[in-house]
Nanobody, 126 residues
């Protein structure tokens, strides 16, 4: 049973960058698909990006495409999400999520994932 722990959130000025980390504990992420989601109060959880550690396939939401990079797990069992040119509308709690099994829904559906981290706050403001 894997436990996912996020880190790397914080306060960033518009135009800045952040690298969020999602580290797996209790199991290797080698065969997991890891997704990143974000949520603001009163809104549904939104899929940001996803990487399959089995084959390296990645997905990005249109809202971050071109300024976001997700990296497959490294030797520290960590998946990174780099977001550049941050905008105030990127402000949210960011969650990483994982699943060992093939998707039964789309990559951006929270229901496709079995394991969730506790979230890390990202605030983009001057």
């Amino acid at each position: 049973q894997v436990t996912l722990v996020e880190s790397g959130g914080g306060l960033v000025q518009p135009g800045g960058s952040l690298r969020l980390s999602c580290t797996g504990h209790g199991d290797t992420l080698e065969y997991y698909t890891i997704g990143w989601f974000r949520q603001t109060p009163g809104k549904e959880r939104e899929g940001v990006s996803c990487v399959s550690n089995r084959d390296g396939v990645t997905y990005y939401a249109d809202s971050v495409k071109g300024r976001c990079t997700i990296s497959p797990r490294n030797d520290r069992n960590t998946v990174y999400l780099q977001i550049d040119n941050l905008k105030p509308e990127d402000t949210a709690v960011y969650y990483c999520a994982g699943t060992y099994y093939p998707f039964t829904r789309t990559w951006s559906s929270p229901l496709s994932y079995d394991h969730w981290g506790q979230g890390t706050q990202v605030t983009v403001s001057s």
